[in-house]
């Protein structure tokens, strides 16, 4: 099992411990301050909410979480050290050697720093690279990588079995390059609010009803190429390109930082978002992103994508009861209604996964359905049998009770917590050609998969199959 | 029936009639480019496939669409007119007179212009006002409104009522709010590429893959409130404020625009986004913003909460058939799946929002539940009868087979497109107290109106219902 150490356990060295520990790593973390054992806690609870609700696959097991006093102990036989310690160089300078010294040869170090460049870093001799991550860490992929190209390459690849995105720079620069976007944001808005042409919360409504959403998906410069249109980037650029010249900004000059400003932004941030606790805030902001990202997963566009390659990744489970296990996934907030439960329609939603997944099974995959052939559900049956709630983990066991024919007839059960039968689905599926829509006999491979299924399932109880809506339990049909 | 006039039909132009059509005004363009219609027409066609899939609702009938060569025809008798002409003064100087001569004296006059003030747009008297979207403007409900106080109060309340969100700023500045915020991100950005730290692409996943993400629901202040932590705000100011003076953006300096800086840029993007066309593009975009608009509408953040609100407004259906029609709605492409047609799960999605919509005209309402009371829904049994497709307009009817006592028998029937029954949905409920999560009786209140409503519905047919999965059409029980 890989190692983590966490050095500095605020925000965003409590977001790698989690994202480290949420994909099976064991996590050790350095923090001299007393808080940081519950600062982490709460991290931790806000993740788990949240980073297994962007999948439809289980997570493997979490890891095992350690606070060491002693940083050496914490780093010793890690496989990744990540250093969060506030943003002042003298600091690192002290951290980063002793790392170094602690940490085995091969270790990647990571550094979050958001300014400072790998050859400012690594002043002393060290080996660190930048790893800037983007708060939420336990949700956002992105990780801008800078430094030994040999180092971030593996650094990559390390990343990506944990889910993220790493973006690899070529050259160092101070900021790197998202925080040198945000700078220059912050630089014009903060313009904006003191000259008291707009509010923070205009500011942001300016930003989260427009442009905002546009960037979520696709960023800048491929939104302005579809602002082109036919014409294209060059056309754009010569539509758009003067008014570089024009004095649009305010960002020849920069705001002067004193105590009026910070009141001024202080207390119109108070009157936009005061009425929410930052822990309210961070998890209506992760509800947002998650709900997002999965909403992007349908097209595979940015984060959507990050997760469906990673999801892919995940292990297959295996068999239950003589069952196999067609799917095994945590809840996600989203699922749930004003019952506060898990409402009716995602009861199907993850039996029809189930479905898909069984579908894999007997070879009616991707490749078939390309091929012109799948199967249409024509009926199903659900008995909700007990409450299913946010966070609870699913697992669907499908038993195939008839496959003669064009007709395939599937029982999914679904388990909550592994130990509660919370509900059955009963599926009635024909075989269709996909070019007439009409049914039709599956292919010769499929149909020899179905009998092999069906002698091992047909003779197995079935209960509560067969059933009509409102009959009751063992009452004949 | 309202009446809006469109001069000038780029994307700008063609986006706006979208959306006043689509929200059921009559619309008349001008433009005197020849190929103003068939481009019109498709930003509609984007529009008719992305704006109704925002809502659970149907929108009101499309208006009629008009093309007239006599800008001052197709300014008479409009309540709204809306100038996209190409961003120079002079020709808006030659438009906005001609308009306002043609136009009633109530008419709104906005323009569009990204760049210029009111002042300078009425140097001839006019009275236009400052109405400026973003692009796609039949999605994004960003609206900045510039100018007369009272003219943009007036039209504020009109943009409402087509779903859009206006944001009134108080002072008249080049570029209003968030195109300043968008060109200092421009310019940093080409800076980035022009001195080869990175590309478009990587720029835009450098976006895409982290703060996009947080900015399209929440905004800069509200993210940076929450990464100040318990401390607030001011902690953050105090922690952030003084990079305000590091050498952290390029900005106190302006990249050269010339001919080598629009082919790097244009060749970058030809690399990153040149395999797909700009059809394609848009329709990636729209799906992408669609479907987390769709996610942001579950907590009401950002455009999520201004089309739940719109909604809201949306007129209520009637009856068909003697039963009352529970659900009116468009299918959005993200209810379909890979057998290209709408998912099995989407089917009871669609018929438990109409199951919502039943317990309120019983009483069965959101003040109900808030009080303790609610129904479970126990079992579900969906017969498939005909494919949907994205697009397809559904309408429910919901049939009471029996209400009597705990239990509540309802019979949903989905029409597609108003003529072809595309499947039924026969559930079971049970009246649950929501603290000891037991059955229970429902409120007299509740009771009595089921009884009126079983006397009404108890001897209508209801062909389908009370079968078990695979039983034949017709078979005994």
Not at 165 to 172: A, F, H, M, V
Request: proline content about 5%; some cysteine.
């Amino acid at each position: 099992m890989k190692k983590a150490a966490i050095i500095g356990g605020g925000v965003i060295g409590g977001g790698w411990a989690a994202r480290f520990l949420l994909n099976g790593w064991n996590v050790a973390v350095s923090d001299p301050d007393p808080q940081a054992e519950r600062k982490i806690a709460e991290v931790l609870a806000n993740a788990r909410r949240a980073l297994p609700a962007l999948y439809d696959r289980a997570l493997p097991p979490e890891g095992r979480l350690t606070f060491c006093d002693d940083m050496a102990e914490a780093v010793k036989d890690a496989d990744w050290v990540q250093e969060s310690v506030p943003e002042t160089l003298d600091l690192k300078h002290r951290v980063l050697p002793a790392i170094q010294a602690a940490a085995g040869p091969l270790a990647i170090i990571g550094s979050s720093t958001s300014g400072f460049k790998p050859s400012e870093l690594n002043m002393q001799g060290t080996r660190a690279i930048v790893a800037h991550p983007f708060n939420p860490v336990y949700l956002l992929p992105l990780v801008e990588l800078v430094g030994d190209a040999s180092i971030c390459a593996q650094a990559a690849d390390m990343l990506r079995t944990i889910g993220m995105y790493p973006l690899t720079i070529r050259k160092e620069i101070d900021a790197h390059v998202a925080d040198r976007l945000l700078e220059a944001v912050w630089r014009e808005a903060l313009w904006l609010v003191k000259d008291g042409i707009a509010t923070t919360e205009e500011i942001d409504e300016s930003i989260r009803m427009g442009f905002g959403i546009r960037w979520a998906q696709m960023g800048l410069f491929e939104t302005y190429r579809i602002a082109g249109g036919e014409a294209g980037m060059a056309h754009f650029m010569a539509q758009f390109g003067p008014a570089l010249s024009w004095p649009w900004t305010k960002l020849m000059d920069v705001p002067e930082f004193n105590d009026e400003l910070v009141d001024l932004i202080a207390s119109q941030s108070d009157t936009q978002s005061g009425h929410l606790s930052i822990r309210e805030l961070e998890r209506l902001r992760d509800d947002n992103v998650v709900g997002m990202i999965r909403a992007l997963r349908r097209t595979g566009s940015g984060a959507g994508g990050v997760v469906r390659a990673h999801e892919a990744s995940l292990s297959e489970p295996g068999e239950r009861e003589g069952l196999p296990i067609t799917a095994t996934r945590q809840v996600p907030v989203s699922w749930t209604d004003y019952n506060g439960h898990m409402n009716e329609a995602y009861y199907l939603e993850a039996a029809s996964q189930a479905t898909d997944r069984f579908m894999e099974l007997i070879g009616a995959d991707a490749a078939y359905v390309a091929s012109g052939h799948s199967y249409f559900t024509v009926e199903n049956h659900i008995r909700y049998l007990d409450e299913i709630h946010a966070g609870d983990r699913l697992t669907i066991t499908t038993q195939v009770l008839a496959g003669q024919g064009k007709r395939l007839h599937l029982f999914h059960r679904l388990w909550r917590d592994n130990d509660t039968l919370a509900a059955t689905v009963e599926s009635m599926l024909l075989h269709t050609d996909l070019s007439t829509r009409r049914t039709s006999e599956p292919r010769a491979g499929v149909s020899k998969a179905l009998t092999r299924w069906v002698a091992r399932h047909a003779e197995m109880p079935a209960e509560g199959a067969g059933r009509s809506v409102g009959e009751r339990p063992g009452g004949a049909g």
